[in-house]
């Protein structure tokens, strides 16, 4: 028992003399004060805004027609030069299309609408949408007004078409002497005053001053090469060697009729365009063709984007605005 009692005694003795010997507690440390944070740097002010940007929604008639993109290209061009903002749609021939997308645009609250029309006699619908929307409308290439003045709020780029058949049936006329030959037409869309004009002025012009030239057909290729290539090989078929010229309202049917003639080895035939396109150059350089009447497309775009701008910004100074025809052959192709 004895030595119980003394073994608790030392087991307690140890006990206590390690409590003392541990070390007391640290004070708590004082809370470190927080340095006051740095003023944020003030936000940089914006830039104010600048004016808003101009807007022309530009719709085409087609962009698979050869002339049309280079209206476009013309177009888009001086709308980059001048700082305005291009939007554009391609109504694909579509009349009933080209309608609505330019009521998208007009959704769209676009400044001005520039259009080139699928069918001339049909724009009355977007000439009367853009007038209850207060967006003037400057037409190009096609003139949907004929001989009358624009209505206001409209505006018409473009040129005189009735001088670029009167071009083909002179230079026809100067080409052939008093040589009788047979003349055939291609002709553009029906529904284009570009294509009723242009066949007026060839048929008035060599009805009027060349009796030696007689036109035998007349038939309609809508402005495409493929339709240019189906009627030349039916008339190949039905006239064999009685044809002496193929005359085109735009170079894309005579191109087509180039290379059915080309295929047939019938290379003394004339053939004439409209527009002077990159393609028929190479064509006259080559002797395929015989000329061109150049219109001026890009000029023509680039002419309804500066009324567009002038609308706007100042005052338009002439409308209708024309962009003069002007008669390309061999002799000056390749500096043009």
């Given amino acids: 028992m004895k030595k119980t009692i003394a073994l608790f005694t030392a087991m ?5 003399l390690l409590i003392g010997c541990a070390p007391a507690a640290a004070p708590a440390e004082a809370p ?5 944070a740095e003023e944020a740097a003030p936000a940089e002010e914006a830039a ?14 087609n962009f698979n027609d050869t002339g049309q993109v280079f209206i476009k290209d013309g ?14 749609a391609d109504a694909q021939e579509d009349v009933i299309k080209q309608q609505d997308l330019v009521q998208a645009f007009i959704t769209e609250k676009v400044d001005v609408l520039v259009v080139v029309p699928v069918a001339t006699d049909a724009m009355d619908p977007i000439i009367k949408a853009a007038k209850d929307a207060g967006i003037p409308v400057v037409f190009v290439n096609r003139n ?12 018409y780029v473009g040129s005189e078409e009735l001088v670029a058949g009167q071009k083909q049936g002179d230079y026809l006329g100067e080409l052939v002497g008093d040589k009788e030959i047979n003349a055939f037409i291609l002709q553009g869309k029906l529904d284009n005053e570009a294509a009723i ?20 057909d007349t ?11 189906s009627i030349t090989e039916n008339w190949l078929t039905a006239y064999g060697d009685d044809i002496d010229a193929v005359v085109a309202n735009n170079d894309e049917m005579a191109l087509g009729a180039v290379e059915v003639l080309q295929k047939a080895g019938k290379t003394e035939v004339i053939v004439l365009g409209v527009d002077f396109t990159p393609d028929a150059k190479a064509a006259i350089l080559e002797g395929k063709m015989v000329g061109s009447v150049k219109q001026d497309l890009a000029g023509q775009g680039a002419g309804g984007v500066q009324v567009a701008y002038d609308l706007l910004t100042s005052s338009v100074k002439e409308n209708p605005l024309w962009i ?3 008669l390309i052959t061999a002799q000056d192709a390749a500096n043009n």
């Fill in 75 to 88: 177009a888009k061009a001086k709308a980059k030069e001048l700082g305005v903002v291009f939007k554009e």
């Fill in 144 to 155: 949907p007004f004929g001989k009358n003045q624009p209505p206001e709020g409209t505006y």
């Fill in 219 to 229: 038939q309609v290729g809508n402005w495409q090469r493929d339709q240019g290539v």
């Fill in 324 to 326: 003069p025809f002007v």
């Fill in 197 to 216: 004009k242009r066949t007026e002025g060839f048929v008035t012009t060599v009805e009027a001053k060349f009796p030696n030239i007689k036109i035998i």
């Fill in 12 to 16: 307690f003795l140890i006990f206590a």
């Fill in 48 to 61: 104010p805004a600048e004016a808003d940007e101009m807007v022309v929604g530009f719709v085409s008639a």
């Fill in 32 to 36: 470190v004060e927080e340095a006051p």
